[in-house]
């Protein structure tokens, strides 16, 4: 079935990146007067800038620039006296670099289902997994899909636990009117280019505790280092690399040689080998560049219109795949970081796009590569096993006009009709049974 007339006339059109969205070739500018004063790379008035407007947008006092979220989870963590014996009640499926900031604290990461029909925490399965040593409740705004804040608290007060709020995906979103990162003792963002907005990589520490600020200043100064002037510089040339490369009418020839080069590209990895397999890199802790924090400070002050174009987008896709009633709680106003779509056939789903755009692959395993090496059991997490295999997510940055979401949705709209007598029909969120529940 080939109703869309899509295919060989595709081959000189657009193709989506999944990345390289969120900055602006007035960015690259800016980038580049950064590294002509290559003094003021590393450090300068950028970062506290950023902080402050970060802070504001947030809705709290006091946010920590680093090198990358997990090292604001990391130092969260530390401030709060997080340590050997103690426990972390966090979601699955989720990025194996957050378990191992918990791990390498010495405490134990327990991993709790998701929902069978959100993508955020069950805390019903979180009851279950309480134990003396449980510390901490971190929930995690999956796509930018605000958690119910109300019943993450009423259970963290029940069971004197302490709210970290994991906002990597949901910058701008917000819960009844606040955003999120407002609501627990602290959170935790990401700034990495897949992300609201891009510092090309980098996080952020954000809380409204005066004591937890005082010792996260303290870690950020003290126990962080400062990246060397070259890498700063990498930083920003990987950012306006993306920027051109990503384009939607560059992007299909530049993915190739992208995935050709694989490990030996020579720009920053978000992620390391050794991250993957539960490993701890020896130049862990390190804090945002000043550079950088110049692209931050810009990107927060357009964030507006940024969502914006995200949450048209998603109306867009949610004509053809309404979510399943429940996924967005009552009162919460996603930020559409990704619009995820589930389908039973996800592997027929990504070839079809493939000429198009390059599906998403968060979360296409409950923690990444190897979640054995830190800690989960296999079958432990059912709704989250479930989930890994059967949902795809769809961009929404600034790239992605309404023309191309349209012709994404009717691509994995064509891919479930072509299906639809074999045993793997894909399905969008609104037909399917919760995933968990017996056929």
């Given at each position: 079935?080939?109703?869309?007339?899509?295919?060989?006339?595709?081959?000189?059109g657009?193709?989506?990146?999944l990345?390289?969205?969120?900055?602006?070739?007035?960015?690259?500018?800016?980038?580049?007067?950064?590294?002509l004063?290559?003094?003021?790379?590393?450090?300068?008035?950028?970062?506290?800038?950023?902080?402050?407007?970060?802070?504001?947008?947030?809705?709290v006092?006091?946010?920590?620039?680093?090198?990358?979220?997990?090292?604001?989870?990391y130092?969260?963590?530390?401030?709060?006296?997080?340590?050997?014996?103690?426990?972390?009640?966090?979601?699955?499926?989720?990025?194996?670099?957050?378990?191992?900031?918990?791990?390498?604290?010495?405490?134990?990461?327990?991993y709790?289902?998701?929902?069978?029909?959100?993508?955020?925490?069950?805390?019903?399965?979180?009851?279950?997994?309480?134990?003396?040593?449980?510390?901490?409740?971190?929930?995690?705004?999956?796509?930018?899909?605000?958690?119910?804040?109300?019943?993450?608290?009423?259970?963290?007060?029940a069971?004197?636990?302490?709210?970290?709020?994991?906002?990597?995906?949901?910058?701008?979103?917000?819960?009844?009117?606040?955003?999120?990162?407002?609501?627990?003792?602290?959170?935790?963002?990401?700034?990495?280019?897949?992300?609201?907005?891009?510092?090309?990589?980098?996080?952020?520490?954000?809380?409204?505790?005066?004591?937890?600020?005082?010792?996260?200043?303290?870690f950020?100064?003290?126990?962080?280092?400062?990246?060397?002037?070259?890498?700063?510089?990498?930083?920003?040339?990987?950012?306006?690399?993306?920027?051109?490369?990503?384009?939607?009418?560059?992007?299909?020839?530049?993915?190739?040689v992208?995935?050709?080069?694989?490990?030996?590209?020579?720009?920053p990895?978000?992620?390391?080998?050794?991250?993957?397999?539960?490993?701890?890199?020896?130049?862990?802790?390190?804090?945002?560049?000043?550079?950088?924090?110049?692209?931050?400070?810009?990107?927060?002050?357009?964030?507006?219109?940024?969502?914006?174009?995200?949450?048209?987008?998603?109306?867009?896709?949610?004509?053809?795949f309404?979510?399943?009633?429940?996924?967005?709680?009552?009162?919460?106003?996603?930020?559409?970081?990704?619009?995820?779509?589930?389908?039973?056939?996800?592997?027929?789903?990504e070839?079809?796009?493939?000429?198009?755009?390059?599906?998403?692959?968060?979360?296409?395993?409950?923690?990444?590569?190897?979640?054995e090496?830190?800690?989960?059991?296999?079958?432990?997490?059912?709704?989250?096993?479930?989930?890994?295999?059967?949902?795809?997510?769809?961009?929404?940055?600034?790239?992605?006009?309404?023309?191309?979401?349209?012709?994404?949705?009717?691509?994995?709209?064509?891919?479930?009709?072509?299906?639809?007598?074999?045993?793997?029909?894909?399905?969008?969120?609104?037909?399917?049974?919760?995933?968990?529940?017996?056929?």
């Open positions: 079935m080939k109703t869309m007339g899509y295919g060989k006339r595709n081959w000189f657009r193709h989506l990146a990345l390289g969205g969120t900055t602006s070739y007035a960015d690259c500018v800016a980038a580049t007067a950064s590294m004063q290559p003094g003021s790379l590393v450090e300068g008035r950028f970062i506290e800038e950023y902080e402050r407007a970060f802070a504001e947008r947030v809705g006092d006091h946010a920590f620039s680093f090198c990358n979220g997990r090292v604001g989870l130092g969260i963590l530390r401030s709060l006296g997080v340590g050997e014996g103690d426990e972390v009640l966090m979601q699955v499926p989720t990025h194996i670099v957050v378990a191992n900031a918990v791990r390498y604290l010495g405490a134990t990461p327990i709790v289902d998701c929902g069978r029909v959100s993508f955020n925490i069950d805390l019903e399965d979180a009851q279950r997994r309480l134990t003396p040593r449980s510390k901490v409740l971190l929930v995690q705004h999956t796509y930018g899909i605000p958690v119910d804040m109300d019943g993450a608290h009423a259970f963290a007060d069971h004197d636990l302490i709210v970290v709020e994991d906002c990597v995906h949901s910058l701008g979103a917000t819960y009844k009117g606040r955003p999120t990162g407002s609501f627990g003792r602290a959170a935790f963002f990401s700034t990495e280019e897949t992300k609201m907005i891009s510092t090309s990589m980098g996080g952020m520490a954000t809380t409204d505790d005066p004591d937890l600020a005082r010792d996260l200043r303290d950020h100064d003290q126990a962080c280092a400062r990246p060397g002037t070259w890498l700063a510089a990498q930083y920003l040339i990987k950012l306006m690399a993306y920027q051109v490369l990503m384009g939607p009418r560059i992007h299909r020839y530049a993915r190739p992208y995935d050709m080069l694989g490990r030996f590209q020579p720009l990895k978000p992620v390391t080998e050794e991250e993957y397999v539960g490993g701890k890199p020896e130049d862990y802790l390190q804090i945002l560049t000043n550079g950088q924090a110049r692209m931050g400070l810009r990107q927060v002050k357009r964030l507006d219109d940024n969502l914006e174009h995200r949450r048209m987008i998603a109306d867009v896709y949610a004509e053809t309404p979510l399943a009633e429940g996924t967005v709680p009552a009162g919460a106003e996603p930020s559409w970081c990704r619009y995820p779509v589930r389908v039973k056939n996800r592997a027929l789903a070839e079809r796009l493939k000429p198009y755009a390059v599906p998403g692959t968060w979360f296409s395993q409950v923690l990444s590569n190897s979640p090496s830190v800690g989960y059991v296999q079958g432990s997490c059912p709704n989250a096993e479930a989930t890994i295999g059967h949902v795809i997510n769809l961009p929404t940055h600034g790239r992605v006009r309404p023309d191309d979401a349209r012709r994404l949705a009717a691509i994995v709209q064509e891919a479930c009709a072509d299906a639809r007598s074999g045993p793997t029909r894909p399905v969008s969120a609104s037909q399917e049974p919760a995933l968990g529940a017996k056929p």
